[in-house]
Protein backbone atom coordinates (compact mmCIF):
# COMPACT_ATOMS: atom_id res chain seq x y z
CA UNK A 1 0.00 0.00 0.00
CA UNK A 2 1.30 3.42 -0.67
CA UNK A 3 1.44 6.10 1.77
CA UNK A 4 -0.75 8.70 1.08
CA UNK A 5 -3.48 6.50 -0.84
CA UNK A 6 -7.09 6.18 0.92
CA UNK A 7 -7.55 2.60 2.21
CA UNK A 8 -10.76 0.85 3.97
CA UNK A 9 -10.97 -1.40 6.83
CA UNK A 10 -13.56 -3.93 5.22
CA UNK A 11 -15.98 -5.32 8.21
CA UNK A 12 -15.70 -2.19 10.45
CA UNK A 13 -18.90 -2.16 12.12
CA UNK A 14 -21.01 1.21 11.32
CA UNK A 15 -21.01 2.00 15.06
CA UNK A 16 -17.48 1.80 15.27
CA UNK A 17 -16.52 4.24 12.43
CA UNK A 18 -18.94 6.91 14.50
CA UNK A 19 -17.41 6.00 17.09
CA UNK A 20 -14.11 6.83 15.88
CA UNK A 21 -15.53 9.67 13.95
CA UNK A 22 -16.69 11.74 17.44
CA UNK A 23 -13.34 10.91 19.34
CA UNK A 24 -11.03 11.79 16.14
CA UNK A 25 -13.77 15.20 16.98
CA UNK A 26 -13.40 15.33 20.62
CA UNK A 27 -9.73 15.35 20.85
CA UNK A 28 -9.47 18.12 18.24
CA UNK A 29 -7.67 16.00 15.64
CA UNK A 30 -8.75 14.54 12.54
CA UNK A 31 -9.60 11.11 11.85
CA UNK A 32 -6.43 9.60 10.22
CA UNK A 33 -4.65 11.47 13.07
CA UNK A 34 -6.79 10.13 15.74
CA UNK A 35 -6.49 6.37 14.03
CA UNK A 36 -2.56 6.38 13.95
CA UNK A 37 -2.68 7.49 17.75
CA UNK A 38 -4.57 4.79 19.02
CA UNK A 39 -2.95 1.91 16.75
CA UNK A 40 0.71 3.23 17.22
CA UNK A 41 0.04 3.92 20.97
CA UNK A 42 -1.93 -0.12 21.07
CA UNK A 43 1.39 -1.38 19.46
CA UNK A 44 3.54 0.33 22.22
CA UNK A 45 1.56 -1.23 25.23
CA UNK A 46 1.76 -4.07 23.66
CA UNK A 47 5.37 -4.25 23.00
CA UNK A 48 5.26 -4.71 19.13
CA UNK A 49 7.78 -2.77 17.24
CA UNK A 50 7.18 -1.20 13.82
CA UNK A 51 8.38 -3.27 10.89
CA UNK A 52 12.33 -2.60 10.25
CA UNK A 53 12.70 -1.06 13.52
CA UNK A 54 12.96 -4.62 15.45
CA UNK A 55 16.86 -3.71 16.35
CA UNK A 56 16.25 -0.42 18.33
CA UNK A 57 16.90 0.46 21.83
CA UNK A 58 14.27 -0.63 24.30
CA UNK A 59 12.53 2.39 24.36
CA UNK A 60 9.05 2.17 23.56
CA UNK A 61 8.07 4.07 19.92
CA UNK A 62 4.99 6.37 21.33
CA UNK A 63 4.25 6.24 25.02
CA UNK A 64 3.85 9.94 25.58
CA UNK A 65 3.66 11.75 22.15
CA UNK A 66 0.66 13.15 21.99
CA UNK A 67 -0.22 13.71 26.07
CA UNK A 68 -2.66 16.37 25.40
CA UNK A 69 -4.89 14.13 23.35
CA UNK A 70 -4.30 11.41 26.58
CA UNK A 71 -5.10 13.96 28.95
CA UNK A 72 -8.25 14.34 27.47
CA UNK A 73 -9.32 10.33 27.63
Known sequence: ?????????????????????EAARRSGMSLGAW??????EQ???AGIRAPGH????DRPDMPF???AWRARR
Open 43 to 45: RAE
Open 1 to 21: MKLGMPWSVEGTRPEARETAR
Open 54 to 57: EHDG
Open 35 to 40: LNTVIL
Open 65 to 67: RHA
